[in-house]
């Protein structure tokens, strides 16, 4: 069955699960890894849009939201999923491996496309939505290569308008601006789009 992706249900869970470690603990949906989650915080916001989540903290939803967890709704089961109780497959929760696989040809999964990479200088940002993941390389973690990710909450014309979420370092609607004026640490970037995909359930 196909399912639509709504960038409006991965903002809202975005903003829901921002900053994880001020959410009570019986609260919380997924594994948390402090300073070291990106990937599967992204995942999760991916897992949403596409109709995941049910949005709500109420004690009902959550234990609705778990059962769907464990029943991998809108997962790929034994190829990208997450959980309670620990990260998730390596697609899920590795920023490289989830570039590799959501662009990857498949019949059930996530889909996205790349619409744009390159430095600071030379992408526009009005051509990132919300609802699109951007991945940045980070200098300090290997150089050259892509080490971390973020959700986008919010679109705009400038880095400055353009609103993020995300972990490694916990952030709820961050202007981008944070990250492009950083092009030492953050020289490049690349912009990732989500497109209605087949899911088993």
């Given at each position: 069955?196909v399912?639509?992706?709504n960038?409006?249900?991965?903002?809202?869970?975005?903003?829901?699960?921002?900053?994880?470690?001020?959410?009570p603990?019986q609260?919380?949906?997924?594994?948390y890894?402090?300073?070291?989650?990106?990937?599967?915080?992204?995942?999760?916001c991916?897992?949403a849009?596409?109709?995941?989540?049910?949005?709500?903290?109420?004690p009902?939803?959550?234990?609705?939201?778990?059962?769907?967890?464990q029943?991998?709704i809108?997962m790929?089961?034994?190829i990208?999923?997450?959980?309670?109780g620990?990260?998730?497959?390596?697609?899920?929760?590795?920023?490289?491996?989830?570039?590799?696989?959501?662009l990857?040809?498949k019949r059930?999964?996530p889909?996205?496309?790349?619409?744009?990479?390159?430095d600071?200088?030379?992408?526009?940002?009005?051509?990132?939505?919300?609802?699109?993941v951007?991945?940045?390389?980070?200098?300090s973690?290997?150089?050259?290569?892509?080490?971390?990710?973020?959700?986008?909450?919010?679109?705009?014309r400038?880095?400055d308008?353009?609103?993020?979420c995300?972990?490694s370092y916990?952030?709820?609607?961050?202007?981008?601006?944070?990250?492009?004026l950083?092009?030492?640490?953050?020289?490049?970037?690349?912009?990732l789009?989500?497109?209605?995909?087949?899911?088993?359930?």
């Amino acid at each position: 069955m196909v399912f639509s992706y709504n960038p409006r249900n991965g903002t809202a869970y975005a903003r829901a699960y921002a900053l994880y470690d001020r959410i009570p603990e019986q609260s919380r949906l997924f594994y948390y890894d402090r300073g070291n989650d990106c990937a599967n915080f992204v995942s999760q916001c991916v897992w949403a849009a596409y109709g995941g989540w049910i949005e709500g903290m109420e004690p009902k939803i959550v234990e609705a939201n778990r059962a769907r967890i464990q029943d991998h709704i809108r997962m790929a089961p034994f190829i990208w999923y997450g959980s309670p109780g620990f990260v998730g497959s390596t697609k899920w929760c590795r920023v490289v491996e989830f570039y590799a696989y959501t662009l990857s040809e498949k019949r059930f999964g996530p889909r996205a496309v790349k619409v744009a990479e390159g430095d600071w200088a030379s992408l526009s940002p009005g051509i990132i939505r919300e609802g699109d993941v951007l991945q940045l390389v980070v200098q300090s973690y290997i150089p050259g290569q892509y080490g971390h990710s973020l959700y986008v909450t919010r679109a705009g014309r400038t880095w400055d308008e353009i609103l993020i979420c995300c972990h490694s370092y916990d952030r709820l609607d961050e202007p981008l601006s944070a990250f492009a004026l950083q092009p030492e640490q953050y020289p490049r970037l690349r912009v990732l789009r989500f497109r209605n995909a087949e899911f088993y359930k």
